[in-house]
Structure formats: structure tokens, C-alpha cells
């Protein structure tokens, strides 16, 4: 993988982790996505006035990754609401590249024996932190999973088919941002209301995390393959690892450090992959 592409795409890992540690900070983790997600619409809003319309091919995708998000943004606030973020975010997000590597493999995608080393490294070393928690908390997590791995085939496609993979991930980002926050709106306006004024400042930070952390995602998906591009992604995973024990004070046993150095491995081989 060019050094570029895989500079940046290591920076948009480190934004991913950000924006889910805002969510998982904040005291109401609903309010705290639609915030996030909420800000990223209305950034969307502003930016695509200045930006071509994505070509009509990548419409039918566009249009199936916004019911898709809207579905991965509640069941994150869900898990967020019931698992710690030292347990779901490695069942999340390891489980996430090996299916879209798999899937890709059957739709055509070829890789090299290193690629897929660094992909099946990157999966075992995630996923090993999430070992010696109850299997009761691996549901929706893993659920979560599945939807982050068919949200991610669906928005290669289409930014492939886009014409301008900005304008693309900004069209998502606004159409999948306001069902949860019409929602909200409906249904707990005072309650957002309030929440908005206490945190909006971290619902900004985290909107503009979530945008350029996709943005580059999808920009490396079309010049790299996508299962390449997915893994090292999850590599938000370290990140994750770093803010859950030193911002959230959360508890981190000393395996998952050691998992910690077998993603780095991982990372490693994707760099050298051709």
C-alpha cells in the first residue's frame, strides 16, 4: 500500500475511535450519537453547495447506505448504552474486516498472501481483546458488526461509481443524519434541547471526526482494495485501546495490550502488501 494512502488512512482510524469515545463519554450515549451524527448532517450542508452531484450509477447505492447508517448509528448507541468500550469496540470493528475481505473475494477481489496475513493479524488482534468477557455481551456488538461490514461493500461500490467520492460521502452523511435526529427531535426535544447546550462543542469535534475519517476511507477504497482499506481502518481499535484507558478510566487487562502488538503486526504486513 503506498505510504500516503496508508498515513491517512491510519489518521482516519484515529478520528473513528475519537468520535466513538465521544459517544461513549457523554452521560446520554442516544443524544451523544445524534449530536455527532446531527453535526455532520448540517456540515454536509454546508460543503455541498460547492460540489458536484455523485453520477446517477452510485444513486441505488447512496440511497441503500443511508438506511444502513441510520441502522449502524442506533445499534452503536445501543451498545454503547449496555457494553463497555473496551469490550464492544473490538467485537465491532474485528469482526467487520474478515467478512468484507470474504465477500470481497466472491464478488472478485484478489489479494496478496501479505494482504491477507495483515487483514487475519489485524481480525485475530482486535477480537482477542474482547476475550474473557461474557459471551452474553458478544450480540449486539457482533450484530453491529455485520451491518458496519455491509454498510462499508455498499459505499466502496458506490463511491467507485460516484465521480467524486466527497460529494458522495457528504450526500450519506446528510441523508443518514437526520432520520435519528428527526427522531430525537419528535420524541425528546427537551431533553435534546438541553443535552445540545451542555456537549454541543463535542457533537462539532465529533462530526467533523466521523465525516473526514469516512471521507478518506472511501477516497483509499478507490485506489486500494476495499478489504486492505477496511482493516487498517480498524486499527481505530489501539486508538480506542489508548482513550478508553487513559480518558475513560476504564480497566484494561494486560492481554489485550499484547493484542494491541499483534494489530501492529498486522498494520506492518498491510504496508508491505503490494
Same mark, same amino acid.
Given at each position: *500500500?503506498?505510504?500516503?494512502?496508508?498515513?491517512?488512512?491510519?489518521? @482516519?482510524?484515529?478520528?473513528?475511535?475519537?468520535?466513538?469515545?465521544?459517544?461513549?463519554?457523554?452521560?446520554?450515549?442516544?443524544?451523544?450519537?445524534?449530536?455527532?451524527?446531527?453535526? @455532520?448532517?448540517?456540515?454536509?450542508?454546508?460543503?455541498?453547495?460547492?460540489?458536484?452531484?455523485?453520477?446517477?450509477?452510485?444513486?441505488?447505492?447512496?440511497?441503500? /447506505?443511508? =438506511?444502513?447508517?441510520?441502522?449502524?448509528?442506533?445499534?452503536?448507541?445501543?451498545?454503547?448504552?449496555?457494553?463497555? *468500550?473496551?469490550?464492544?469496540?473490538?467485537? *465491532?470493528?474485528?469482526?467487520?474486516?474478515?467478512?468484507?475481505?470474504?465477500?470481497?473475494?466472491?464478488?472478485?477481489?484478489?489479494? =496478496?498472501?501479505?494482504?491477507? /496475513? $495483515?487483514?487475519?493479524?489485524?481480525?485475530?488482534?482486535?477480537?482477542?481483546?474482547? %476475550?474473557?468477557?461474557?459471551?452474553?455481551?458478544?450480540?449486539?456488538?457482533?450484530?453491529?458488526?455485520? *451491518?458496519?461490514?455491509?454498510?462499508?461493500?455498499?459505499?466502496?461500490?458506490?463511491?467507485?461509481?460516484?465521480?467524486?467520492?466527497?460529494?458522495?460521502?457528504?450526500?450519506?452523511?446528510?441523508?443518514?443524519?437526520?432520520?435519528?435526529?428527526?427522531?430525537?427531535?419528535?420524541?425528546r426535544r427537551g431533553a435534546l434541547r438541553?443535552?445540545?447546550?451542555?456537549?454541543?462543542?463535542?457533537?462539532?469535534?465529533? $462530526?467533523?471526526?466521523?465525516?473526514?475519517?469516512?471521507?478518506?476511507?472511501?477516497?483509499?477504497?478507490?485506489?486500494?482494495?476495499?478489504?486492505m482499506v477496511s482493516a487498517l481502518r480498524?486499527?481505530?481499535i489501539l486508538f480506542a485501546l489508548l482513550?478508553?484507558?487513559?480518558?475513560?478510566?476504564?480497566?484494561?487487562?494486560?492481554?489485550?495490550?499484547? @493484542?494491541?502488538?499483534?494489530?501492529?503486526?498486522?498494520?506492518?504486513? %498491510?504496508?508491505? =502488501?503490494?
Amino acid at each position: *500500500m503506498p505510504l500516503s494512502i496508508f498515513l491517512l488512512v491510519l489518521l @482516519a482510524a484515529a478520528l473513528h475511535a475519537s468520535w466513538n469515545a465521544i459517544v461513549k463519554r457523554g452521560p446520554d450515549k442516544q443524544l451523544g450519537t445524534v449530536l455527532v451524527t446531527g453535526s @455532520a448532517a448540517m456540515l454536509s450542508a454546508a460543503l455541498l453547495p460547492f460540489l458536484p452531484l455523485p453520477d446517477a450509477p452510485s444513486w441505488p447505492w447512496l440511497a441503500a /447506505s443511508v =438506511a444502513l447508517q441510520a441502522t449502524y448509528y442506533a445499534l452503536v448507541a445501543r451498545c454503547y448504552q449496555q457494553v463497555d *468500550m473496551s469490550v464492544a469496540y473490538p467485537l *465491532m470493528r474485528g469482526s467487520a474486516p474478515i467478512l468484507v475481505a470474504l465477500v470481497g473475494l466472491l464478488l472478485g477481489e484478489q489479494l =496478496a498472501l501479505t494482504a491477507w /496475513s $495483515g487483514i487475519v493479524l489485524i481480525s485475530i488482534g482486535i477480537l482477542a481483546m474482547a %476475550l474473557g468477557t461474557r459471551r452474553a455481551q458478544w450480540g449486539m456488538p457482533l450484530l453491529t458488526a455485520g *451491518m458496519i461490514a455491509t454498510y462499508t461493500l455498499v459505499d466502496a461500490h458506490g463511491a467507485r461509481l460516484s465521480g467524486n467520492e466527497l460529494s458522495y460521502t457528504l450526500w450519506l452523511f446528510l441523508l443518514s443524519g437526520l432520520p435519528l435526529t428527526v427522531h430525537a427531535l419528535i420524541h425528546r426535544r427537551g431533553a435534546l434541547r438541553t443535552y445540545a447546550a451542555a456537549h454541543w462543542r463535542l457533537g462539532v469535534i465529533g $462530526g467533523i471526526g466521523t465525516t473526514t475519517s469516512y471521507a478518506i476511507a472511501l477516497w483509499a477504497m478507490t485506489l486500494v482494495p476495499i478489504a486492505m482499506v477496511s482493516a487498517l481502518r480498524e486499527t481505530s481499535i489501539l486508538f480506542a485501546l489508548l482513550i478508553s484507558a487513559f480518558l475513560l478510566g476504564e480497566r484494561v487487562p494486560r492481554g489485550r495490550w499484547t @493484542a494491541g502488538g499483534v494489530i501492529v503486526t498486522g498494520v506492518i504486513l %498491510l504496508r508491505i =502488501a503490494s
